[in-house]
């Protein structure tokens, strides 16, 4: 699975997507907002660890995730 923060502009909120390793986009989701859409994919146990991930992480760097 691979990571991508992306930085919002004017009103846009920074976003983060989830993509598999196909590139398939298995999630968007706002960075302050991640509950719901970790939840849907059965990740809501690992969110905490994502999000320290995308915490560090700079805009529009795609990083793969092993979980």
Same mark, same amino acid.
């Given at each position: ?32 907002? =991640?509950?719901?859409?970790?939840? @849907? #994919?059965? *990740? ?13 992480? =700079?805009?529009?760097?795609?990083? @793969? #995730?092993? *979980?």
């Amino acid at each position: 699975m691979y990571v991508i923060k992306v930085k919002g502009v004017a009103k846009i909120p920074d976003y983060v997507q989830l993509r598999d390793d196909e590139f398939t986009l298995l999630a968007y989701f706002r960075v302050d907002r =991640p509950d719901k859409s970790l939840e @849907k #994919l059965g *990740l809501s146990e690992k969110a905490a660890d994502i999000m320290e991930i995308v915490k560090e992480m =700079p805009f529009g760097q795609i990083k @793969k #995730l092993e *979980l």
